[in-house]
């Protein structure tokens, strides 16, 4: 980069407010990429362990998610939880319209693709779980609700498009299971999206759970780390 005029970077996370734990990073020293990654893995870790704790209390967790990483990371690591508490059963169902291009693409993009997972697909398995748990039947992927009603009767794990939490699956399911209380909303984006779902779909008796899962830099992460 030393010399050049100019530099463009794409898709980066919009810009939050910073949990407590990031500022006390930034004081420290830590670099934004490294200091991120940790504090999204502590991030995923709370989103599973919320997700089998509602799961076994019998109620069902709907899950608004981006397509992309942010998604497929979760699906993997809630799938996983699921699976090592003994709920293997408990179906996780990804509604989308783009939720099988996204899947598809996914499989295919080595260039794109963590170590762990470069690993997998070098040792002749696929890059993601998300294959496996489909042949399983565990994963139930759909455009739409219409698709899948009969496995949203129990506890169920739902992946819907964030866009369809303003008209479509998400705003459907949120208007379902919003009265009980076993039941669990998890946001991946900061409080101002907490604050629209308790306004939009008040009163909500539901738990929610808002974690910063998006590995994205910010603009600001950004400019400090090409600064370093």
Not at 154 to 165: I, K, L
Not at 182 to 192: P, R, T
């Amino acid at each position: 980069l030393r010399g050049a005029d100019a530099l463009i970077l794409g898709a980066l996370a919009p810009a939050a407010e910073p949990p407590p734990e990031a500022e006390r990073a930034e004081a420290d020293g830590d670099s934004p990429s490294g200091e991120k990654r940790k504090r999204v893995f502590s991030q995923l870790l709370a989103v599973c362990a919320a997700v089998v704790k509602a799961t076994q209390a019998g109620g069902c967790v709907l899950v608004p998610v981006p397509p992309g990483g942010a998604m497929l990371q979760l699906l993997e690591k809630v799938g996983t939880a699921l699976a090592e508490s003994g709920q293997a059963g408990v179906p996780l169902v990804y509604v989308s319209p783009a939720a099988e291009s996204t899947l598809a693409h996914a499989a295919v993009s080595m260039e794109y693709l963590g170590a762990y997972h470069q690993d997998r697909v070098f040792a002749g398995n696929p890059p993601f779980k998300h294959q496996a748990m489909r042949a399983e039947g565990r994963l139930v992927v759909a455009p739409g609700l219409h698709a899948v009603q009969t496995r949203l009767q129990g506890p169920c794990v739902v992946f819907a498009a964030a866009a369809s939490m303003w008209a479509g699956a998400g705003a459907q399911l949120l208007a379902r299971w919003r009265h009980g209380p076993a039941n669990l909303l998890v946001l991946a984006e900061a409080a101002a999206a907490e604050a629209w779902a308790r306004a939009a779909f008040a009163p909500l008796a539901m738990q929610v759970l808002v974690a910063h899962t998006d590995a994205r830099l910010t603009a600001v992460e950004a400019a400090r780390l090409v600064g370093e």
